[in-house]
């Protein structure tokens, strides 16, 4: 049984700054992938950033140098610091962790207002 909990969405203006976070409980495992997608109104859910159990991470092109994803492997919470956010950076984020499956969060908005 795995559980996520996001919190930190928000309205902020364009070229503002957000941090969301995610609590993971339940059967949880440091070797696994944690992440973060999005999904626009009328758009496909797509991955932001994701962390591996090396520390490694992946972005999605359009956040490079912008967002950042890190993790606390102690609190079992991974953190998406995004600064110079844009009007096309709104979207529902939605945490996820994955072992055999996808586990998502329940989703936090993110508003950026231009």
């Known amino acids: 049984q795995v559980q996520l909990v996001e919190s930190g969405g928000g309205l902020v203006q364009a070229g503002g700054s957000l941090r969301l976070s995610c609590v993971a409980s339940?059967?949880?495992?440091?070797?696994?992938?944690m992440g973060w997608y999005r999904q626009a109104p009328g758009k496909q859910r797509e991955l932001v950033a994701t962390i591996a159990s090396s520390s490694s991470t992946n972005y999605a092109d359009s956040v490079k140098g912008r967002f950042t994803i890190i993790r606390d492997y102690a609190k079992n919470t991974v953190y998406l610091q995004m600064n110079s956010l844009k009007p096309e950076d709104t979207a529902v984020y939605y945490c996820?962790?994955?072992?055999?499956?996808?586990?998502w969060g329940q989703g936090t908005q993110v508003t950026v207002s231009s």
């Open positions: 339940g059967n949880i495992f440091s070797r696994n992938a």
């Open positions: 996820y962790y994955y072992r055999a499956r996808a586990y």
